[in-house]
């Protein structure tokens, strides 16, 4: 293998997946790169392909101006620097060379070009599978684009350059080729620094279906993102021929500036590093001053209910913190001890639904489900046939004047939000390596879930609460949803949970864990509906004095805010709600020690007791799961702030749905968009996500958090190289850094 | 003053349609631009555009029809160059621009020709005196002119890039585009008919052009991956079957279209994000499908014969190819037959009310026979090239159609030639500026 093919493979190796729109959930675009200083990779993104992943220099002034940032954290040395920042230098793949020689004023952009003529391959490769993946996984990329554009007469045109076809034709039939080619080309002589910089600047420049092919290849083995490369490093080598053989003009700057980075790029980075250094230094000013706003009380002083009449288990998702102090302020108005947990909104259960040949997950993204619940896939309905029948050129003309005007209905009303509440009958079957599964191996999986949420004693009322959001019309909705379970709402598995925790034959069982569930508890399913902040029910029989404590929770925070229906249920509204926007913390411990007034909806609780963890393994167990899904989600807030046209989707308007729903376009081309759209982090005037790391407060000893970080391996990567920031909470409730050991 | 104005004809029912598409697509601006610093100036150029419809349907004056005519194309402009900072929107935006500006040449000759024949200025008065002239050169070239402006309107192949290309714009645009201004060539074509129906070149120009716009533009429509791309495809589509029915002179269906058309189309555009799980096509034998697309044609000019006296080709293939396609995708008797039957009575019932609104003209046999033959060759290559990709024609094809066959190309040149979309923007990435978008940049 030449070296350039091992620079590839190390190049889409590090690129983070992204799930498609029906599971869409957040993922931390840079996950890959956590063994290395955030620092240095900072800088490498924003020489290979001007990516920022701070914010900029004025951002920080304007905030240090209005207050936002404390001046105790800030050196005269930093606000000097701040002003002195100059321009950084770049990669410019050749692409971008040509572009920058040629005088291509009236003509069309290649970069531009080159980016929407792949995207559009990649398009067609995954939309018609039958057609063009004949081979299943095997099937290539490469060759399926090489076909495309030998066959293509329109670019010559466009581009107004005969030679195309060509170079088109005569280019290496295999990636390898390519690469073997390429290598000769240019890398005969240059520092191995400089392909893993070429490589990676290819990639950013396709970022959005590198991401896609990447979540592809992760879940059947294929080799598509590496051909991607291929493709995307073809271009560039045709490129590089075409201006070699009709424009030597031309082509004598792009060659000399190109070998120059070549030999340059490593000094380029090193440079980056050192200028971008004042801008961490204010990032961490930034974020200091932000989690200051987050107070915690003295270990004596938290809420602790000792026999509670109701517990209630909800999401860690930052949106359960609003609602979960609303919660308790009802039950002490209607005379009802509550105690609230905080665990994964999956509550350990591993779940997934089958529908048809349809498998979806109802799991982190990190885990595979391995309980499977199978239900019938929805019948087609009239909507679903009439749509067809609009959609296929055969049936479309006279389809739509026979039956175009069964829409006005809908076109006058517009589509109400929806919300999934998922079904689950009594007698269902439950799967695992496609067998029913016995009563045993149920118990464990409960007893498991149990001993993750820390019980230790049980109300007579226990409430699961899922959550999920209601609204329609969003490319995007997933994210909406819940994170733990795979962008579903959390409904099935607080539905199958509570079913199984109510069999007495199961209650048997548990007792042999350890697990002594009283009689007379019992239960309860519900889902917390995020927009409206409204409580679905899923179980039957709640009793009412339940149901009323969490109507007054309810009725208390729409009076916070109200009208907030009319954007669950209106379907041009692009902000439903904030989703996870705000995020800046993760707590493990008694979401009691939150201070009365400290700063709410900004933090994942996720309930941890020391003394209940005798040899602190579930502490470990914390770090790498909950923790690695709160910094996914952080983030991928982060990015989408920091850098809104690389990182973020671009604008809710112009979404466009692509390849059976693998992604959106903004507009009508270009790349596939990647994370959080505009709309989700901007209310247009101000960003409403704070782009912080994510802090994560643990309540315990040092000793314990400096065993459990030894033990999370990924966790305590993110957390070496500044990923993620690590304190402890101490009984004083002040927030201590670790000492390092 | 009144004179000016007029409500006969098709109007009122234009004037319905526009009604509900401006309220429906207005409230849905206002709610998508809720947070949006520009909210306001999105609105009024929408309303504008909506109140230059409105105008346009009800004017009886060539002159307030030519500048109502006109605004709506500058209004729309404005709403296209929303974000003037996207290159491909901008491109967008000019290559429509330029069209627009032919199109509205070829409706002034037209408007300046009739009132030459017969010196008024009046729609109502001029349509009446010159279908009582001898048809000469003059009128066949007013005729022909017509028929140009609305093929252009209408996005027809060659000239049907701008449209695929504006989906650009904000989702609301698109809906108002697609469901509303798109059809005004049909509107134009409909209110003029005594002006360019008794030109046999007039009529073939318009029939030959939009029947192979429709059919190449369904089947290219089937080839595209994203979703606001593929409904303007099938815009371009329908639009072609609007125009093919009003030359061949089924006004009632073509009415029918218009309005049928526009409801589902702005429903379509305003429902783009929500996520639906759509199974594709199943692969399937050619020569069944062959079979009972026959089998349908047959019945249904049988039927049409014996119900109406003529055996309505065109109506009758496009009827075939909608029941083949629920015969092969439903396989209970009991649903193919219910489905069936609804569709052909709602079918039914809803051109006997159109047909009530305007009267059909006789129909030249020869044209509707060579349009036949020519729906009925797309309804079988359709199953060829989409259902049984294991053929290499199939495949071939296949990649061609999802070109555009190659007919854009040199129009988007000429538009970057004339009018370059990048000014800016290129002069700064040649000095190696970085350039962030408006949207981002109003913020910092």
Redesign the interface.
């Known amino acids: 293998m030449s070296k350039l093919a091992n620079q590839a493979q190390l190049a889409v190796a590090r690129v983070a997946p992204q799930w498609p729109l029906p599971q869409w959930v957040a993922v931390n675009p840079l996950w890959e790169y956590r063994q290395q200083p955030l620092t240095e990779v900072a800088a490498q993104w924003r020489y290979c392909g001007n990516v920022a992943l701070t914010m900029s220099p004025e951002f920080y002034q304007q905030h240090y101006e209005q207050g936002a940032i404390e001046p105790a954290l800030v050196t005269d040395d930093m606000r000097r620097q701040l002003t002195q920042l100059s321009d950084t230098p770049r990669w410019q793949n050749i692409s971008h060379l040509v572009d920058r020689y040629q005088q291509r004023r009236r003509k069309m952009l290649w970069h531009d070009e080159v980016v929407f003529q792949i995207s559009q391959s990649c398009g067609l490769f995954m939309q018609f599978p039958r057609r063009f993946q004949g081979q299943g996984k095997d099937s290539s990329l490469y060759q399926h684009w090489l076909t495309i554009s030998r066959a293509d007469r329109g670019i010559e045109t466009l581009m107004d350059e005969a030679d195309l076809n060509e170079l088109f034709a005569e280019l290496p039939d295999s990636p390898d080729a390519l690469f073997e080619a390429c290598e000769q080309l240019w890398f005969g002589s240059a520092p191995s620094a400089a392909a893993e910089h070429y490589c990676q600047a290819l990639i950013i420049d396709v970022l959005g279906w590198a991401s896609a092919l990447s979540y592809q290849d992760r879940q059947h083995g294929s080799q598509w993102l590496l051909e991607l490369l291929a493709i995307r490093m073809a271009w560039d080598y045709l490129l590089w021929q075409l201006a070699d053989r009709t424009n030597q003009a031309v082509f004598e700057p792009i060659k000399q500036d190109f070998e120059q980075q070549l030999r340059d790029s490593d000094d380029a980075v090193a440079a980056i590093i050192a200028q971008q250094q004042s801008l961490w230094q204010w990032q961490r000013a930034y974020e200091q001053s932000q989690l200051s706003a987050l107070k915690f009380k003295p270990a004596a002083d938290a809420d602790r209910n000792d026999s509670p009449q109701l517990q209630a288990v909800f999401c860690i998702d930052v949106r359960s913190d609003r609602y979960r102090r609303a919660l308790a302020q009802a039950g002490r108005e209607h005379g009802m001890t509550v105690n609230s947990k905080g665990f994964a909104g999956f509550f350990g259960v591993p779940l997934g639904r089958e529908q048809g040949d349809q498998q979806i997950p109802h799991v982190p993204g990190l885990l595979q489900p391995s309980f499977f619940v199978r239900q019938q896939s929805p019948d087609k309905s009239f909507k679903d046939l009439l749509s067809r029948s609009f959609n296929s050129p055969a049936s479309m003309f006279t389809g739509v004047e026979a039956l175009g005007l069964a829409k006005l209905g809908e076109l006058l009303k517009g589509i109400k939000g929806s919300l999934d509440t998922a079904q689950f009958d009594a007698d269902a079957e439950i799967y695992h390596n496609g067998r029913a599964v016995t009563c045993e191996q149920l118990a464990e999986l409960c007893a498991q879930a149990l001993t993750g949420m820390q019980f230790t004693q049980f109300a007579e009322h226990v409430v699961l609460v899922g959550h999920g959001a209601k609204h329609s019309n969003n490319a995007q909705r997933a994210g909406m949803n819940c994170g733990a379970c795979g962008g579903q709402t959390g409904a099935l598995s607080a539905r199958v949970l509570c079913h199984l925790l109510n069999q007495s034959a199961i209650r048997q069982r548990l007792s042999e864990h350890g697990f002594a569930i009283p009689q007379a508890t019992q239960f309860y399913a519900a889902l917390h509906e995020t927009v409206t902040d409204d409580i679905v029910w899923l179980s039957e029989d709640v009793p009412a004095q339940v149901k009323q404590t969490f109507a007054s929770a309810s009725a208390q925070l729409q009076q916070q805010q109200p009208n907030r229906a009319t954007r669950a249920n209106h379907w041009a509204e692009l902000r439903p709600e904030w989703g996870l926007a705000g995020n800046q913390a993760l707590f493990f411990g008694n979401a009691g020690r939150l201070a009365d007034d400290a700063v709410q909806g900004r933090s994942f609780l996720h309930d941890y007791d020391e003394a209940l963890d005798a040899d602190g393994s579930l502490l470990t167990a914390l770090l790498s799961a909950p923790g690695l899904v709160a910094n996914w989600i952080n983030w991928q807030y982060y990015t989408a702030v920091t850098d809104p046209q690389r990182m973020g989707s671009g604008n809710k308007l112009l979404h466009n749905r692509v390849a059976n729903d693998i992604g959106v376009f903004e507009g009508n081309g270009g790349d596939l968009r990647l994370g959080l759209a505009w709309q989700s982090v901007h209310d247009g005037s101000d960003y409403v996500h704070k782009p912080v790391r994510l802090s994560v407060i643990i309540e315990a000893s040092e000793p314990r958090i400096h065993k459990a970080l030894a033990q999370a391996g990924d966790f305590n990567q993110l957390y070496q190289n500044q990923w993620i920031d690590v304190y402890r909470l101490n009984p004083r409730g002040e927030l201590c850094r670790l000492q390092h050991q | 003053m009144f004179d000016w104005l007029t409500i006969s004809g098709i109007r009122p029912v234009l004037l319905i349609l526009v009604g509900?598409l401006a309220m429906?697509v207005l409230?849905?601006?206002?709610?998508?631009f809720?947070?949006?610093?520009r909210r306001s100036v999105f609105m009024r150029y929408m309303t504008l555009c909506l109140t230059a419809v409105v105008v346009l349907i009800l004017s009886n004056h060539m002159l307030l029809f030519f500048a109502a005519w006109v605004s709506i194309s500058l209004l729309l402009h404005q709403l296209l160059m929303f974000?003037p900072e996207?290159?491909?929107?901008v491109l967008?935006a000019h290559k429509k621009f330029i069209l627009a500006r032919c199109s509205e040449t070829f409706l002034g000759i037209a408007l300046v020709l009739v009132y030459w024949q017969t010196g008024t200025g009046y729609l109502d008065a001029a349509l009446a005196s010159i279908s009582q002239q001898p048809v000469g050169l003059l009128q066949h070239a007013a005729a022909i002119a017509l028929v140009m402006a609305a093929l252009i309107k209408c996005a027809q192949l060659p000239l049907h890039g701008w449209l695929?290309?504006v989906?650009?714009?904000?989702?609301?645009v698109s809906a108002l585009l697609h469901a509303g201004i798109i059809n005004l060539g049909g509107l134009l074509l409909l209110v003029t008919t005594p002006v360019w129906s008794v030109s046999t070149p007039a009529i073939w120009l318009l029939c030959l052009v939009a029947v192979v716009s429709?059919c190449l533009a369904?089947?290219i429509?089937?080839?595209r991956?994203?979703?606001?791309?593929?409904l303007a495809w099938?815009t371009s589509?329908?639009m072609g079957?609007m125009l093919l029915e009003i030359g061949l002179g089924y006004y009632d269906?073509a009415l029918?279209?218009l309005?049928?058309?526009s409801?589902?189309k702005?429903?379509?555009f305003?429902?783009?994000?929500?996520?639906?799980?759509?199974k594709?096509?199943e692969?399937r034998s050619l020569p069944r499908v062959v079979v009972v697309f026959f089998g349908f044609q047959l019945a249904c000019l049988g039927a049409a014969l014996l119900l109406t006296g003529s055996p309505k080709w065109l109506?009758s293939a496009?009827?075939a190819?909608?029941l083949?396609?629920?015969w092969m995708?439903l396989n209970r008797w009991g649903w193919r037959l219910l489905?069936s039957l609804a569709?052909?009575s709602?079918?039914a019932l809803?051109v006997w009310a159109a047909g009530n609104v305007m009267d059909n003209r006789s129909i030249d046999l020869a044209l509707e026979l060579a349009v036949a033959g020519i729906v009925n060759l797309?309804?079988i290559s359709?199953?060829l090239i989409?259902h049984t990709?294991q053929y290499a024609i199939s495949?071939?094809w296949?990649?061609?159609l999802?070109?555009?066959l190659?007919l854009?190309?040199?129009l988007?040149?000429f538009v970057?030639?004339l009018w370059?979309s990048?000014?800016i923007h290129?002069y700064q990435?040649?000095n190696?500026?970085?350039v962030?978008?408006k949207?981002?940049e109003q913020?910092?």
């Open positions: 509900v429906v409230r849905y601006s206002w709610r998508n809720r947070l949006d610093p974000y996207r290159d491909r929107a967008a695929i290309q989906v650009e714009a904000p989702t609301p429709c369904a089947l429509m089937a080839t991956i994203s979703i606001k791309v593929r099938s589509a329908q079957l269906l029918l279209h309005v049928a058309h409801v589902y702005a429903h379509a305003l429902s783009v994000s929500e996520v639906a799980y759509v594709q096509s692969a109506p496009l009827l190819m909608v083949a396609t629920i995708n489905l569709l052909l709602a079918y809803l797309f309804a359709y199953w989409h990709p495949q071939r296949f990649i061609s999802n070109a555009g190659y854009d190309e040199w988007t040149r970057l030639w370059p990048h000014p290129y990435s040649r190696n500026v970085a962030k978008g949207l981002y913020t910092r």
